[in-house]
C-alpha cells in the first residue's frame, strides 16, 4: 500500500477516474464492475465500458471450451474456495472476503496480498455474459489485448486505457454465456511491470480454472 498521502491521494483521483469509465447495464444504470478498497483490498482494474473498443467489431478466434465450468449463479463465498490455500501462497495472497458491491456488480471474491512479495491483490468475479460480447464493452489500452489460453479454456487479457500500470485482467470463456474475470491490481507505486502483472493476471486464472475443472 502506498505510504505517503501525497501518493494515496493521486492514486484515488485515478481510481475515481477509472470508475468513470465503467458499463452501464443502460444509459442510465449503476455501475457494474467497480469495488470499493478499504485498506489493502484488490479493486478489479479492466473495467468494462459502454463504448466497444477500436475494431472491436469482429469475432474473437477462441478455442472450443473443453467442458462448461460450473460458474453460472456462483455467490460470494463459493468463488472465494476457487483459489486453494496452495494457490493462494503461490500468488502471494491471502485473506479472502466477498467482493464490495455498489449497485449492480458482479458476484466475486477478493483476495489480498499476504505481505510476503509485491503488494498486488487478485479479484474474481462472474460475468453472466458470454466472453465474446463482453470483452466489446472492454476499454482496452492500445495493444495490450491478447488472446491466451488457460488450461485449454479461451481467454482474453486485457489492460484498461489509462490505468495500465495499475494492473491486468484475464476473461476466461467458462461456460455458454459465462465469463470468469479474474483481475490483478498493484497497490503498491511500483514492483511489477506490465508482462509481470499479466503473467500473474493469468497465473490466477489458471489457478481457478484448474480448481474449477476438479469441481
Not at 16 to 43: F, K, M, Q, S
Not at 88 to 101: D, E, G, I, T, Y
Request: aromatic share 4%; charged share 20%; hydrophobic share 40%.
Amino acid at each position: 500500500m502506498v505510504q505517503h498521502a501525497a501518493e494515496a491521494d493521486v492514486r484515488n483521483s485515478v481510481r475515481v477516474h477509472r470508475l468513470g469509465g465503467l458499463i452501464a447495464l443502460t444509459a442510465a444504470t449503476a455501475l457494474l464492475a467497480g469495488c470499493t478498497v478499504n485498506g489493502p483490498d484488490a479493486e478489479p482494474t479492466s473495467e468494462p465500458t459502454s463504448t466497444p473498443t477500436s475494431g472491436s467489431g469482429a469475432s474473437l478466434e477462441l478455442p472450443p471450451r473443453p467442458r462448461d465450468l460450473p460458474v453460472g449463479g456462483a455467490q460470494d463465498a463459493e468463488i472465494c474456495s476457487w483459489l486453494l490455500p496452495e494457490q493462494q501462497a503461490q500468488l502471494q495472497v491471502a485473506r479472502p472476503r466477498p467482493a464490495v458491491k455498489n449497485g449492480n456488480n458482479y458476484n466475486g471474491c477478493i483476495f489480498n496480498p499476504d505481505g510476503t512479495g509485491v503488494s498486488a491483490g487478485v479479484a474474481l468475479r462472474v460475468v453472466p455474459e458470454g466472453l465474446d460480447a463482453f470483452v466489446q464493452k472492454v476499454n482496452s489500452a492500445e495493444g495490450s489485448r491478447k488472446v491466451l489460453e488457460v488450461k485449454g479454456f479461451g481467454a482474453v487479457q486485457s489492460q484498461i486505457a489509462g490505468a495500465e500500470r495499475l494492473g491486468c485482467s484475464v476473461f476466461v470463456d467458462a461456460a455458454q454465456g459465462q465469463t470468469l474475470y479474474v483481475d490483478l491490481n498493484l497497490l503498491a507505486s511500483d514492483g511489477m511491470d506490465n508482462n509481470q502483472m499479466c503473467e500473474r493476471a493469468k497465473q490466477a486464472a489458471e489457478a481457478a480454472v484448474t480448481t474449477l475443472q476438479g469441481s
